[in-house]
């Protein structure tokens, strides 16, 4: 399974970019797709997540009203949409997946099995 991050780049606070996520290799749908990031010297934090379906998706309380996670399962694509950065969104951002575990029930970095390379957001102020 292969995992591709795209869209990244460096934006002036208030601004916008909207990632993406490129699945391959898989049979069927990743039943959870989520977004992680990690900034220096911290830990990596789950900021969204969406099912295989695309109707439920979660979102971590810092990003809420800001960004946006959609599919396109035709497309074997992830989206995020990502308004009003703050100079805090600055770190790798992650797309992972799961095979069978839902959002809800795949919670920690720990519990996805497939992930991208990552690509970087830097948000200045």
């Known amino acids: 399974v292969q995992v591709v991050e795209s869209g990244g780049g460096s934006v002036q606070s208030g601004g916008s970019l909207r990632l993406s996520c490129v699945v391959s290799g898989f049979t069927g749908h990743l039943a959870a797709i989520a977004w992680f990031r990690e900034a220096p010297g911290k830990e990596r934090e789950k900021v969204s997540c969406?099912?295989?379906?695309?109707?439920?998706?979660f979102y971590t309380d810092s990003v809420k009203g800001r960004f946006t996670i959609s599919r396109e399962n035709a497309e074997n694509t992830v989206y995020l949409q990502m308004s009003s950065l703050k100079p805090e969104g600055t770190a790798v951002y992650y797309c992972?997946?799961?095979?069978?575990?839902?959002?809800?029930?795949?919670?920690?970095?720990?519990?996805?099995?497939?992930w991208g390379q990552g690509t970087q957001v830097t948000v200045s102020s």
């Open positions: 969406i099912n295989s379906s695309g109707r439920r998706t």
């Open positions: 992972a997946g799961h095979g069978w575990r839902a959002c809800q029930s795949a919670a920690a970095a720990s519990d996805y099995d497939y």
